[in-house]
């Protein structure tokens, strides 16, 4: 709070008693007292005034430092009336009683649209489980009856199944910390899940697979590590377009940090696309070619941060793509 702004409201207290100590002078000085009282008179009076004012800063100067240390400690910054001690001040008071009806208000409304997301993400939760009856019966219904035509809808089964997983997760990301369990795990068991998700994909785009020893161990969620994963793979599939295509998959132990690399010889990320490539809804150009959402590595990012895992993407157009994840060794993540 500054000091001059703090005398600019009390411009009109100062230019009042300035007023009245020029009309008390003039009073003594009728009354016949001698110049030297009035001075001290009116010295006494300023010294009184400027008193008050510095204390009156000073006291200010004070609430507004803790109402602005309490309001910064808060999450919730609307909750800051529930903090704050009744004032004394009528004109303070009504303002008080105003903030706390505006801040009621908001809690109502932030509870009701709380509770219609609660309601509407557990709907897509059920509806997800329920979805995914039909889409097993129809890929076992193709395995049985094995056909060129059969084996194509198999495939787009296998589509539908990926989106209703990616929507699962999506509606989940909010909250992980309500559905992961974190555990040791050794790199190996959570990769070769997720490669054998997608071994059918693979081996249908005759990509070369190298997996080198992935024998670390590392805390994190093996159910939403074996999605993240299998984001990471599905692109790395997608975008290959060599005739010698491969996925190199390795780990390693630098800087305190075990790293695990998905790295492919594909067409590779345009320079100004690799920035934006974690955006909510970016698919760059390939959009109507790959099927891509503009979801998969939004999500994954974003499942990473809640996980403590550091994600990051190097790429150059034309050569390939290198995806890393980087685990804190021996550290249980805070979340």
């Not at 200010?60 to 009744?86: P, T, V």
């Not at 129809?138 to 989106?163: D, V």
């Not at 969620?221 to 060599?242: F, P």
Request: contains cysteine; proline residues 4%.
């Amino acid at each position: 709070m500054n000091f001059w702004c703090y005398l600019e409201e009390k411009l009109f207290v100062m230019m009042g008693n300035l007023f009245l100590m020029v009309l008390a002078g003039v009073y003594l000085r009728a009354c016949g007292n001698p110049g030297a009282v009035i001075f001290y008179f009116i010295g006494i009076w300023l010294l009184i005034l400027a008193g008050n004012l510095v204390w009156g800063y000073e006291r200010q100067r004070r609430k507004y430092r803790e109402m602005c240390s309490l309001f910064a400690g808060l999450e919730e910054k609307y909750l800051i009336c529930e903090l704050m001690g009744k004032p004394k001040d009528q004109t303070e008071k009504m303002y008080y009683e105003m903030l706390r009806g505006a801040n009621k208000a908001m809690a109502e409304k932030i509870e009701e649209v709380q509770k219609i997301s609660r309601e509407y993400k557990e709907y897509v939760e059920e509806w997800i489980h329920e979805v995914k009856t039909p889409i097993a019966a129809g890929t076992l219904i193709c395995s049985n009856h094995p056909s060129p035509q059969n084996g194509r809808i198999k495939k787009e089964f296998a589509r539908i199944g990926e989106l209703v997983e990616q929507v699962l997760y999506f509606a989940r990301s909010e909250q992980v910390e309500k559905d992961y369990f974190i555990s040791e795990c050794i790199l190996s068991d959570v990769v070769n899940p997720a490669l054998l998700a997608y071994r059918p994909y693979i081996l249908e785009r005759g990509i070369g697979l190298q997996v080198e020893e992935l024998s670390e161990t590392v805390y994190t969620d093996g159910k939403w590590m074996r999605y993240i994963l299998g984001q990471i793979l599905s692109n790395a599939v997608k975008y290959q377009d060599k005739e010698e295509p491969g996925i190199h998959i390795y780990s390693g132990t630098e800087q305190g940090k075990i790293r695990l690399c998905v790295e492919d010889n594909g067409r590779g990320i345009p320079p100004e696309d690799l920035p934006r490539i974690f955006d909510k809804g970016f698919t760059g150009g390939d959009r109507q070619k790959n099927g891509a959402t503009g979801i998969g590595l939004y999500l994954c990012k974003k499942l990473c941060e809640r996980l403590g895992i550091a994600l990051s993407v190097a790429s150059k157009e034309g050569e390939g793509t290198t995806v890393t994840l980087e685990f804190p060794v021996g550290n249980l993540h805070r979340m």
